[in-house]
Antibody
Framework: QVTLRESGPALVKPTQTLTLTCTFS??????????VTWIRRPPGKPLEWLAR???????YYSTSLRTRLTISKDTSINQVVLTMTNMDPADTATYYC???????????WGQGSLVTVSS | DIVMTQSPLSLPVTPGEPASISCRSS???????????LDWYLQKPGQSPQLLIY???NRASGVPDRFSGSGSGTDFTLEISRVEAEDVGIYYC?????????FGQGTKLEIK
C-alpha cells in the first residue's frame, strides 16, 4: 500500500526558508523509473508543479521558482525534502507530495500540508 | 514551458446530463513512443487531487466508465456521460510529456 505524508511548519514568516518533508511507504526511490514530485495549490488558484526527483537523483524544477527550490532524497528512511527560500505571502498554499508512476502519471498524492506565509 | 488552456472555467450541470471539458496544449503532447502524455485530475472539495485519466484516454483504477478522455496531439476533451453529485470539484488537465509539468487553469464543475 502506497502512502505519502507531508510534514512541516504551518506558518512561516516572509523571507524565511520553508522545509517540507515527504515521508513515504509502499515503494522505494531506489527502484528504476520511480520518481517523487511536489505540487502546490494556492487558495483560489490552480495546481502548480514545483519540483521532481528521480531514482537516479536527477532533479527538475519549476522554471519560475528554480532559483528558490531544492529537492533532495534520503532513500534509507524513505523521505524526500523540499526547501524553498525567501518565502513570500504569495507562497501561501497547500503543498502536496506525489508519487509518479513509472509510466509518468501522478498516481498517489499525500494529504497536503497547508503553509501560510505571514508576519 | 508548454501552456495548457482549459475551457470552460465554470461548468454548472444538471445531474444525469452530460458534461464536457476542453483542454488545449501549446505544443503537441505526442511522444516518440506513440503515447500522448495528457492526464486529467479531479480535486474534490476538501480532498487531494486524484488521477482520473492518463495517457489521454486510459481510466485510472476505480474511475467510473462514465468518464472518458479523447483528443489529438494538442486538443483534448474530458467527457462525463451522466454527471452525478459526487463529480463536483475542479478538473485539471496536465501535460506529462516533459518537465516542467504544467496544468490547465482548472474547470469547476458544480451541480445545478
Amino acid at each position: 500500500q502506497v502512502t505519502l505524508r507531508e510534514s512541516g511548519p504551518a506558518l512561516v514568516k516572509p523571507t524565511q526558508t520553508l522545509t517540507l518533508t515527504c515521508t513515504f511507504s509502499g515503494f522505494s526511490l531506489n527502484t528504476r523509473d520511480m520518481r517523487v514530485t511536489w505540487i502546490r495549490r494556492p487558495p483560489g488558484k490552480p495546481l502548480e508543479w514545483l519540483a521532481r526527483i528521480d531514482w537516479n537523483d536527477n532533479k527538475y524544477y519549476s522554471t519560475s521558482l528554480r532559483t528558490r527550490l531544492t529537492i533532495s532524497k534520503d532513500t534509507s528512511i524513505n523521505q524526500v525534502v523540499l526547501t524553498m527560500t525567501n518565502m513570500d505571502p504569495a507562497d501561501t498554499a497547500t503543498y502536496y507530495c506525489v508519487r509518479i508512476h513509472p509510466v509518468g502519471y501522478f498516481d498517489y498524492w499525500g494529504q497536503g500540508s497547508l503553509v501560510t506565509v505571514s508576519s | 514551458d508548454i501552456v495548457m488552456t482549459q475551457s470552460p472555467l465554470s461548468l454548472p450541470v444538471t445531474p444525469g446530463e452530460p458534461a464536457s471539458i476542453s483542454c488545449r496544449s501549446s505544443q503537441s503532447l505526442l511522444h516518440r513512443s506513440g503515447y500522448i502524455y495528457l492526464d486529467w485530475y479531479l480535486q474534490k472539495p476538501g480532498q487531494s487531487p486524484q488521477l482520473l485519466i492518463y495517457l489521454r484516454s486510459n481510466r485510472a483504477s476505480g474511475v467510473p466508465d462514465r468518464f472518458s478522455g479523447s483528443g489529438s496531439g494538442t486538443d483534448f476533451t474530458l467527457e462525463i456521460s451522466r454527471v452525478e453529485a459526487e463529480d463536483v470539484g475542479i478538473y485539471y488537465c496536465m501535460q506529462a510529456l516533459r518537465v516542467p509539468y504544467t496544468f490547465g487553469q482548472g474547470t469547476k464543475l458544480e451541480i445545478k
